[in-house]
Every structure is written in C-alpha cells, then in structure tokens.
C-alpha cells in the first residue's frame, strides 16, 4: 500500500532516481561476483568460438552470436565494477601497505577486462581470470582468511580462488 502510494506521487513529481554501492558502507565485500563475471566471459567465448566453427550460420545462430558477445561485453563491465566497488570502497591505507602490489594490479584488471572485451580471444578472457584470483587471494588475504583454489564445477571448468571458511 506504501509503496502504490509513493509510486502515484512519483508518477506526478518525477522524483530523481538514485542507487549507490556502499556509501553508507555495508561491509559486504567479496570478489567472487568478478570472478564468476570473468567465467561468464570465458564461457561466451568458448560458445561463440564453436558458432565460428561453422561453415555458414543459420538466422537463430547469427542472433545467438550477436546475444554472446553481449553477454561478454556486459559481462566485462561487471568485472571492472566489481573490482572498481571493492578498490575503491574496502581498500585502504593498511591494505595497501601489507599489498604495495593493489593499485598496480586493479589497474591491469581494468585494462585486461578492456583488451578481453575488445575481441573473441580466449586468451586474453584466462589472462583475466588470472588477474581477478590475484586480487581475490589478496582480498581474501587481508581479511584473514585462507585460500584454496579449485576447478569450478561448471562450465568453462577454470581455476578459481576460494575463501576457505572452514580454516
């Protein structure tokens, strides 16, 4: 009822929309949200190499193209907003004092998500995935927490790094 209420006054005052990301902060940081993005990429590159493949591709393949590389394309934004929320917003001076490393690293995340967005490249999509399981080692390192890496258990099957909760 409260919210059909405020939606009416909105129809008639247009209030400006507003949505922010730890401005008040939340605390809740975790860089699996990059890592799983970087998959997501990997994957749409390994589908859209099989597309390749063919010969010739039918109306539904060509629009089946055309839908991953956009996922790719928003997929590598997501990485860079991930990592930019959490350089920005739980890295400070401590952390960058213990990881000298940080600022140079979340930098060359945002160029390598750049370069695996620009092409089909497979390696560029595992060259940023590496980068990402750096940052979240670190990330996870400063946090006390131990990590492990496994193979995910979907498909592109990559390494990823995990927080080992039990330790």
């Not at 994957?43 to 597309?51: A, N, P, Q, T």
């Not at 940080?102 to 370069?115: C, D, N």
């Not at 620009?118 to 390192?141: S, Y």
């Amino acid at each position: 009822m409260l919210y059909n209420a405020f939606a009416r006054l909105d129809e008639v005052f247009s209030f400006n929309k507003v949505s922010a990301h730890c401005d008040i902060p939340c605390k809740i940081y975790d860089p699996i949200s990059a890592q799983l993005a970087v998959l997501t990429m990997i994957r749409m590159v390994d589908l859209l190499e099989e597309l390749q493949a063919k010969s010739e591709l039918s109306a539904n393949e060509q629009a089946q193209f055309g839908r991953l590389v956009a996922q790719k394309e928003e997929h590598g934004l997501k990485v860079k907003e991930e990592i930019r929320v959490i350089w920005g917003d739980y890295i400070k001076q401590p952390q960058l004092d213990a990881y000298p490393q940080l600022h140079e690293l979340s930098h060359s995340i945002m160029l390598a998500a750049s370069k695996a967005k620009q092409n089909i490249d497979k390696g560029a999509c595992l060259e940023l995935l590496d980068k990402v399981n750096q940052f979240a080692d670190i990330f996870w390192q400063s946090k006390g927490v131990a990590t492990f890496q496994a193979t995910c258990p979907y498909p592109p099957a990559q390494q990823i790094v995990y927080p080992d909760l039990k330790a």
